[in-house]
Structures are given as structure tokens and as C-alpha cells.
């Protein structure tokens, strides 16, 4: 059983910065390959970034030259650094991790950017 708690959301104008930050429970995240999804309203879930164990990384094109994923393993954390944000990118975000065939989900955060 792998929980994962998000934090980082709210409100922002557009242009502005967030920063998510995820952790999975026990210090486990240097096995883990991580993702960020995305949820925005009357429309389907959406993969946003994802980080390997080693880290590798995959980017929405949606957001690539804008987000970054990245991982600290010594604080069992992974990050989600949205900058220059576009009302588009309003949603709830969630984190994700896959641990022997089952996935689990956090909670998610709501992201809001406003015009």
C-alpha cells in the first residue's frame, strides 16, 4: 500500500509560478517512477510529466518548456514546477506511482490560474 499526499496548488494569475510537491509513504521514492496528471473540468484526465526511478523525464507538449518535473530522493519528494501558467492550465493535479502492478493515486490539489 503506497499513499501519496500532494501539496502546492491555489490560485495564481496567469504568468505566475507554482510549485507541487508529492511524497509516497515509507521512504520509498528512489524506486518509483513518478507522474503528474491533470484533470481539468469536463475533461478527461491528462498525463502532465512523468520522472523515472533513474531520472528520466516525459513532458506534456502542453507544458514542456514550462514545468518541470524533479525528484529528491533524500526527502522522499517529487516536484512539479509550473512556471509562466496559462489559464488552460487550470485543474486538479494529481500524483501517481505504480508499485508491483497497482496504481495508486494522491488526493489531488486544484490549480487555478486566472486571466
Known amino acids: 500500500q503506497v499513499e501519496l499526499v500532494e501539496s502546492g496548488g491555489g490560485l495564481v494569475q496567469a504568468g505566475g509560478s507554482l510549485r507541487l510537491s508529492c511524497a509516497p509513504s515509507?521512504?520509498?521514492?528512489?524506486?518509483?517512477?513518478m507522474g503528474w496528471y491533470r484533470r481539468a473540468p469536463g475533461k478527461q484526465r491528462e498525463l502532465v510529466a512523468i520522472?523515472?526511478?533513474?531520472?528520466?523525464?516525459n513532458y506534456a507538449d502542453s507544458v514542456k518548456g514550462r514545468f518541470t518535473i524533479s525528484r529528491d530522493n533524500a526527502k522522499n519528494t517529487v516536484y512539479l514546477q509550473m512556471n509562466s501558467l496559462k489559464p488552460e492550465d487550470t485543474a486538479v493535479y494529481y500524483c501517481?506511482?505504480?508499485?508491483?502492478?497497482?496504481?495508486?493515486w494522491g488526493q489531488g490539489t486544484q490549480v487555478t490560474v486566472s486571466s
Open positions: 501517481a506511482t505504480n508499485s508491483f502492478g497497482i496504481n495508486y
Open positions: 520522472i523515472t526511478s533513474d531520472g528520466s523525464k
Open positions: 515509507g521512504n520509498i521514492l528512489r524506486m518509483l517512477a
